[in-house]
């Protein structure tokens, strides 16, 4: 009940397409559920995050769109750059515990 | 300032030695965390520090020992490790336990 299940594992898009990863949980005690880029050989950088009371945030060129119901949410990255090439994690955690638990993570490549 | 600076980058240990990895942050924060990454998958949680006090141990093996003098820093001290201990150890802060992570860019830890 702990998991955070996260697709695709790899994704490849072209220069200016918007990228799509999702994620799914089943513990409805989450109440924040940031995402993070990971470069390699650096730590996770949050990118944005949303708290279950709003079903949609945008910052920039990432959205998160969120679904209390279905238990789903996911992140779209707007007119993707090589430079957003990087590794993806959804995560969630209940705020107050200190338990953080991240998805299995996206590898996204974008071609120019 | 509003980063989480880990020393150091790059560490080679053998079998029988004893080292310790260092995280610091100055941005108040209240809640501090250690996380191990092995290649290609998520950072797992190891250890929570809020109010310096620990609060979660992950079923961590004794060989790793996390320490935490104040509020700004937190040490994780290693000892008689394994070849499978090598990874990235990562160190992390929030405002409160849960919420808001940022992360350092981790200890690359090699054990020979």
């Known amino acids: 009940q702990q998991q955070v299940k996260q697709s695709p594992q790899s994704l490849i898009v072209q220069k200016g397409g918007i990228s799509i990863i999702n994620c799914a949980y089943e513990n409805t005690a989450f109440d924040y559920f940031p995402w993070y880029q990971q470069f390699p050989g650096k730590g996770p950088a949050l990118l944005i995050a949303?708290?279950?009371?709003?079903s949609e945030k945008k910052e920039g060129r990432f959205t998160i769109s969120f679904n209390k119901s279905a238990k789903q949410f996911s992140l779209h990255i707007m007119d993707s750059q090589p430079g957003d090439s990087a590794t993806y994690f959804c995560?969630?955690?209940?705020?107050?515990?200190?338990?953080?638990?991240f998805g299995q993570g996206t590898t996204l490549q974008v071609k120019p | 300032d509003t980063e989480v600076t880990q020393t150091p980058k790059h560490l080679v240990m053998g079998m029988t030695n004893k080292k310790s990895l260092k995280c610091e942050q100055h941005?108040?924060?209240?809640?501090m965390y250690w996380y191990k990454q092995k290649a290609k998958k998520p950072p797992e949680l190891m250890f929570v520090y809020s109010y310096e006090k620990l609060s979660i141990n992950e079923s961590v093996p004794s060989r790793f020992s996390p320490e935490c003098p104040n509020s700004s820093l937190l040490n994780l001290h290693l000892h008689a490790l394994q070849p499978e201990d090598s990874a990235l150890y990562l160190c992390a802060s929030s405002p409160r336990a849960g919420d808001g992570y940022t992360f350092g860019s981790g200890t690359r830890l090699t054990v020979v």
């Open positions: 949303i708290r279950p009371d709003v």
């Open positions: 995560a969630a955690s209940i705020v107050y515990t200190g338990k953080l638990i």
């Open positions: 941005m108040g924060h209240r809640a």
